[in-house]
RNA sequence: GCUCCCUUCGUCUAGUGGCCCAGGACACCGCCCUCUCAAGGCGGGAACACGAGUUCGAGUCUCGUAGGGAGCGCCA
């Protein structure tokens, strides 16, 4: 039997971190062993599901890469198979009709509480065999065994017992027909062949009856793989407050999907010493029984570490249309400057981001808006600017060829004929050519602006220096 | 309250009884390089939650304590 495993979000928000790395960890199972990966909506909340939040899931998997094999499937499109199961089971006296109201059972629990056991149903209606009638309040219920136990073999937090003893007889219908989430994953895991249940650890408690409720379905339960939470930087449940939890904005803030892929991947797992993963060696290597137990945190700093290595060492030319989106999200006109690609290699040892990037690519794609005053003061009212600025615009002019290397050499030969050090020339160029004094290398900057843009602006410069 | 889960540097982790007076990475600090800012190179501080037990020997096995988390829904 092929593995099959499943991301089953519900469309009630968008994809967040803990949910693709959920996705992440079943995607590469899938793919390390040559399964498949099966992508289900949990759609049963109705109040809650929208439109909207399905195309964000699928938009954030697809900006990752994680193509599913099959699905999406939608459980909202299942309901009938749901009732058939629902009645064989209760056919089969493996389930029975209840009848109490909310506030009975709200009740039901406070005494429970009250005895120091957990809130229950009673299962008072278990064993009445009262014949079937209409009620607002009617649901299915679930027979759970009240003796003996479960035990299931967690590829990631190994043994687990439970005593059915603390089971209650969980709800499959609910009074408006429609099927509960313990419900609706079984039928669905059974129908659609999972073999490999990976999901988060705030799972494990409904395991024991899922798996009860295979074995009154005849079914063969599958191997069940529950992850570790991330955590926001503070040890606490990851929220907004925490910055980006969605996965799309991250993208906004100029992160690689594969920079966010490698981090994931490395939080709750990792290989020896190894930091950088290729998607292909991400696939051989990853095992999901080599996950950690334990929550981890998130940590941006590391993440914009990893980003930036994935901007230095991939093909500027493929990183190239990403920075063109961010360009034009700050409403910078990529046609009105450098070739991006160029772009990208005079700034990725600056920067970790490509939001970053862009901002700091303003001083190539659009004129000088604001002076740096103290740098003006420093380095271009500086004894010599003039002259130095005079000169190179000479020079620069002047060039046969307009070339990085070609300006190094001009810039180092005007240093030594005019015997002054590299920092005399390239900081009031620098100044000169982007209005402040940080910028990348000084060649770079300059060829990257463009000759008559160069040109232009060590004139306006000078202009600026005399008033 | 009850049940279940978790616990190695600030963070992510290596470690499957001797190779560990605990290794790597990020972050931090220092030095070098240097046209600014970075990147890079070199170096530094920094952890086995606590207590018993098993063993010749425990980060590694067992039990307990403390701390953290999850679940206990006609939500998923």
């Known amino acids: 039997?092929?593995?099959?495993?499943?991301?089953?979000?519900?469309?009630?928000?968008?994809?967040?971190?803990g949910g693709a790395r959920t996705a992440l960890y079943c995607w590469l199972e899938a793919r390390h062993r040559g399964g498949q990966f099966i992508l289900r909506v949990e759609d049963t909340d109705r109040e809650r599901s929208t439109d909207a939040a399905v195309r964000a899931i699928l938009d954030g998997m697809a900006w990752l890469g994680l193509q599913p094999d099959e699905g999406p499937f939608f459980q909202t499109q299942r309901m009938d198979r749901y009732r058939t199961v629902a009645q064989a089971l209760l056919d089969a006296g493996k389930a029975y009709y209840a009848y109490e109201s909310k506030a009975e059972i709200e009740a039901m629990r406070a005494a429970a509480?009250?005895?120091?056991?957990k809130p229950r149903?009673?299962?008072?209606?278990?064993?009445?065999?009262?014949?079937?009638?209409?009620?607002?309040?009617r649901v299915l219920r679930f027979k759970n065994p009240q003796t003996g136990s479960v035990v299931f073999e967690d590829k990631v937090k190994g043994r687990i017992e439970w005593n059915n003893a603390e089971l209650d007889d969980l709800v499959l219908i609910r009074s408006d027909g429609f099927p509960t989430y313990n419900f609706a994953v079984?039928?669905?895991?059974?129908?659609?062949?999972?073999?490999?249940v990976i999901r988060g650890d705030d799972h494990v408690n409904n395991t024991p009856r899922?798996?009860?409720?295979?074995?009154?379905?005849?079914?063969?339960?599958?191997?069940?793989?529950?992850?570790?939470?991330?955590?926001?930087?503070d040890g606490?449940?990851?929220?907004?407050?925490?910055?980006?939890?969605?996965?799309?904005?991250?993208?906004?803030?100029?992160?690689?999907?594969?920079?966010?892929?490698?981090?994931?991947?490395r939080l709750g797992w990792s290989h020896g010493d190894e930091e950088i993963?290729?998607?292909?060696?991400?696939?051989?290597?990853?095992?999901i029984g080599d996950v950690n137990q334990s929550a981890s945190r998130f940590d941006l700093a590391k993440l914009g570490w990893l980003n930036q290595q994935y901007l230095k060492n991939d093909d500027p030319n493929d990183i190239a249309p990403e920075l063109v989106w961010h360009l034009q999200r700050i409403g910078l006109d990529p046609a009105?400057?450098?070739?991006?690609?160029?772009?990208?290699?005079?700034?990725?040892?600056?920067?970790?981001?490509?939001?970053?990037?862009a901002m700091r690519a303003r001083i190539w794609y659009a004129p000088i808006d604001q002076w740096d005053e103290q740098a003006v003061a420093k380095h271009l009212r500086a004894e010599g600017a003039a002259d130095v600025l005079r000169a190179a615009q000479m020079k620069f002019a002047a060039m046969p060829q307009w070339s990085p290397q070609s300006i190094h050499l001009a810039i180092e030969q005007l240093a030594a004929e005019c015997n002054i050090g590299m920092g005399k020339v390239a900081q009031p160029l620098r100044v000169a050519i982007t209005g402040t004094q940080v910028s990348p290398s000084i060649e770079h900057t300059v060829y990257l602006v463009g000759r008559d843009q160069a040109l232009r602006r060590i004139e306006d410069a000078m202009a600026k220096m005399s008033c």
Not at 1 to 17: C, D, E, K, Q, V
């Open 1 to 17: 039997m092929t593995l099959r495993t499943r991301f089953a979000p519900s469309p009630t928000g968008y994809l967040h971190i």
């Open 113 to 117: 509480m009250a005895r120091g056991d």
């Open 121 to 137: 149903y009673s299962g008072a209606y278990r064993d009445r065999n009262e014949p079937c009638r209409e009620d607002p309040n």
């Open 186 to 196: 079984v039928v669905d895991d059974i129908d659609m062949a999972i073999t490999e």
């Open 210 to 233: 899922q798996i009860n409720l295979y074995h009154a379905l005849h079914a063969d339960v599958p191997a069940f793989a529950h992850l570790p939470m991330i955590l926001g930087p």
């Open 236 to 265: 606490q449940k990851l929220s907004k407050r925490h910055g980006a939890v969605s996965v799309t904005q991250y993208r906004e803030d100029g992160y690689l999907p594969h920079a966010l892929l490698n981090y994931l991947v």
């Open 277 to 287: 993963f290729s998607i292909a060696q991400m696939v051989e290597l990853f095992d």
């Open 336 to 357: 009105g400057g450098p070739d991006p690609a160029e772009v990208i290699v005079a700034l990725r040892d600056r920067v970790q981001t490509l939001k970053e990037m």
